[in-house]
């Protein structure tokens, strides 16, 4: 019943360095999306996943790349980390969610990131 | 473009108040959906409701209701009777049908909202 598990939890970098966020759901879905939550702006879409294969730019996705390295995972790259980057970060996929039916989005745990 | 507001930042209500929640849309589609979601303290997004452009029948799950109302773009979340596990941040979102199949999500800033015992 994992639904969508990223990693790592929590990660502290210094400027100028480079990770990748993980991302992998196990509920078959087609989509999948990475936002970034910063405080009083909600959460903002960086890239999204239409479908394996396919990638496109969101609202914010200057500093980031990604790759669907199959229907199940997703994974956001940053090749050198600013501080501005700093922020929490949350992977999604959308389908039918497992309680109430509807087509939703569900997200991961979320992944705070500091770059110092 | 699509845009949803929240006003509120913050409120804060002495448990068993009962407490709205305003959410302002703005989009040209005629067919889109709207959501709630709570992020409690442990930071999870958890799913709360969603309505599509064409049902404005308001709906009520146990404690929770929601007022939809077109003519003024507002999807507006009440608690009854609040608790103190209602403590959470609860976000309004919009998302249009596109192309692709994917459904992007257009987030409010978010509402904090503190239920004091």
């Known amino acids: 019943n994992a639904g969508v598990t990223q990693t790592p939890k929590f990660q502290v970098l210094k400027t100028g360095q480079s990770m990748t966020l993980q991302c992998a759901q196990d509920m078959n879905h087609n989509s999948m999306y990475w936002y970034r939550q910063d405080p009083g702006m909600g959460l903002r879409l960086i890239y999204y996943?239409?479908?394996?294969?396919?990638?496109d730019k969101g609202e914010v996705p200057n500093g980031y790349n990604v790759s669907r390295l199959n229907k199940r995972e997703f994974s956001l790259r940053l090749e050198s980390a600013a501080p501005s980057q700093t922020s929490v970060y949350f992977c999604a996929s959308s389908g039918r969610d497992r309680v109430s039916g509807a087509n939703v989005l569900t997200f991961g745990a979320g992944s705070r990131l500091t770059v110092l | 473009a699509q845009k949803v507001t929240q006003a509120q930042t913050e409120i804060s209500v002495v448990e068993k108040e009962d407490v709205t929640l305003d959410c302002v849309y703005e989009t040209r589609d005629t067919t889109y959906y709207l959501f709630w979601y709570k992020q409690p303290p442990s930071g999870e997004l958890v799913f709360l409701i969603r309505r599509n452009s064409f049902d404005e029948q308001n709906e009520i799950s146990g404690r929770y209701s929601w007022n939809f109302q077109k003519s003024t773009s507002s999807f507006n979340f009440t608690i009854t009777a609040s608790q103190v596990v209602d403590s959470a941040v609860y976000f309004c979102a919009l998302s249009v049908p596109d192309s692709g199949s994917a459904r992007q999500l257009t987030f409010g800033s978010g509402t904090q909202l503190t239920v004091l015992p």
């Open positions: 996943s239409a479908s394996e294969g396919t990638t």
